[in-house]
C-alpha cells in the first residue's frame, strides 16, 4: 500500500490536484461560455408569436432572470449531485441526451486511436531502421514531406475530400456511405475514422521514426546487433520498450486531441455523437445541453491524461518524479 513517502502517494497526490482543477476550469468555462452565444434562450424558444410577457415568464421558468452568480451557484450545485441539467429546447435531462450520443463520439475517438498506434508505430520504427545512419536520405525525404503534407490538412478538408471520393462515389458506385445510418453501422465509421486518423498517424509515426534513430544510436542496441539477435528479438523486444514512454505520452495527448476533432468530423458524417449534439445545441441556444455535453467530453479527455500518466509510471517509473523529461 502506498505510504507518504512513496513516490505513487506524490504522483496520486499531484495528478489529483492537478485533475481537480481541471474539472474546475472547466466547470467556469463552460459555464461562462454559453452566455457569450448571441440571442435570447427564451426568445428562440417563445417563437415569433409570442408576446413580451409570455418570454419573461418563460425566462423566470428557466431561471434566466436570476443574477449570474446565482445561476452559477445553481449550476455547480447539480453538477455536485450528478444533475447536467434539464434541455430548454427538449425539456429531458442533459444526462439522457448525452447517454444517446456518447457511444458514438467514444467509439470513433477510440477506434481512431487504436489505428493511429496499430499503424504509426511500425511505419514510424520501420523508417527509423531503414533511414538509420543517414542512409536511404529519399526514403527520409519522401516520409517527411508525405506526412508532413497529410498531417497539415484539416480534418474537415480531408472528411470532405473522402466523402466526395469515396462516399459518393465521384459519379461511380460509392464506397461507403457518406452519411451515419443504422442500416450499416460499421461502414458508416469507416470514412469518419480515417478522417480523424490521418493527421494523428503522421504525427506519431514522425515522432517513433526520430526516438527510433535515437535509441539505435544507444550502445546497448550496438551491442545487441553485434550479438546478431535476430531482427525481430533486436526491435520488438529490445527497442520498442524503450519507444513506449514517448509513445504513450504523445497517444494520451492525441486521444484528448481527437475527442475534440472529432466533434468536427460528426458533422461532416452527420454521426448523432456530441459534436452534432453541442452544434444543434447552439443553433438552439440550449444552454444546459452545451454546458453538459462540453463537461462530459471536457472530463473524460481530462482523466484519459491521468491514464496515460499512470501506464507511464508503471512502464517508466522516472515519470512518478516528473523526471522523464531528463534522460
Same mark, same amino acid.
Given at each position: ?5 512513496? =513516490? ?11 485533475? +481537480?482543477?481541471?474539472? +474546475? ?9 454559453? /452566455? ?20 419573461? /415568464? ?8 436570476? =443574477? ?18 434539464? @434541455? ?7 444526462? /439522457? ?46 516520409? *517527411? ?28 458506385? =460509392? ?21 480523424? @486518423? ?31 539477435? =535476430? ?24 486521444? @484528448?486531441?481527437?475527442?475534440? *476533432? ?28 452545451? /454546458? ?5 467530453? *471536457? ?21 512518478? *518524479?516528473? @523526471?522523464?523529461?531528463?534522460?
Amino acid at each position: 500500500m502506498p505510504t507518504a513517502r512513496s =513516490p505513487w502517494f506524490r504522483f496520486a497526490a499531484r495528478r489529483l490536484a492537478g485533475l +481537480a482543477a481541471t474539472l +474546475a476550469t472547466l466547470v467556469v468555462v463552460s459555464f461562462l461560455i454559453v /452566455q457569450l452565444i448571441p440571442g435570447d434562450p427564451a426568445v428562440a424558444l417563445a417563437g415569433s408569436d409570442a408576446t413580451t410577457a409570455e418570454i419573461e /415568464q418563460l425566462r423566470a421558468r428557466l431561471g434566466l432572470d436570476l =443574477p449570474l452568480w446565482q445561476q452559477f451557484g445553481g449550476y455547480v450545485g447539480g453538477l455536485l449531485t450528478g444533475d447536467l441539467g434539464t @434541455s430548454f429546447r427538449y425539456g429531458v435531462p442533459v444526462a /439522457q441526451l448525452v447517454a444517446a450520443r456518447l457511444p458514438f463520439t467514444v467509439t470513433v475517438s477510440l477506434v481512431g486511436i487504436l489505428v493511429v498506434l496499430v499503424v504509426a508505430v511500425p511505419l514510424g520504427m520501420a523508417v527509423g531502421v531503414l533511414t538509420r545512419g543517414g542512409r536511404r536520405r529519399w526514403m527520409d525525404a519522401g516520409f *517527411g514531406a508525405a506526412t508532413g503534407l497529410l498531417d497539415s490538412l484539416p480534418g474537415y478538408v480531408l472528411a470532405t475530400l473522402l466523402v466526395i471520393l469515396l462516399g459518393t462515389g465521384v459519379g461511380l458506385l =460509392p464506397a461507403l456511405p457518406p452519411a451515419y445510418t443504422s442500416r450499416a453501422p460499421a461502414a458508416s465509421f469507416v470514412l469518419p475514422v480515417i478522417a480523424l @486518423s490521418v493527421g494523428p498517424i503522421c504525427t506519431v509515426a514522425r515522432v517513433v521514426r526520430r526516438e527510433t534513430a535515437v535509441v539505435l544510436g544507444e550502445d546497448y542496441i550496438r551491442t545487441a546487433r553485434g550479438w546478431r539477435l =535476430p531482427a525481430a528479438t533486436l526491435y520488438l523486444r529490445h527497442m520498442l520498450p524503450n519507444l513506449l514512454t514517448t509513445t504513450l505520452t504523445l497517444s494520451g495527448l492525441v486521444l @484528448s486531441g481527437m475527442l475534440g *476533432g472529432a466533434l468536427v468530423i460528426e458533422s461532416v458524417f452527420a454521426l448523432p455523437g456530441l459534436g452534432t449534439g453541442i452544434i444543434q445545441a447552439i443553433l438552439d441556444r440550449d444552454y444546459p445541453v452545451i /454546458q453538459g455535453m462540453v463537461v462530459v467530453i *471536457g472530463s473524460i479527455a481530462a482523466v484519459i491524461t491521468v491514464i496515460v500518466d499512470v501506464l507511464l509510471g508503471i512502464v517508466d517509473p522516472r515519470t512518478l *518524479g516528473g @523526471s522523464h523529461g531528463s534522460r
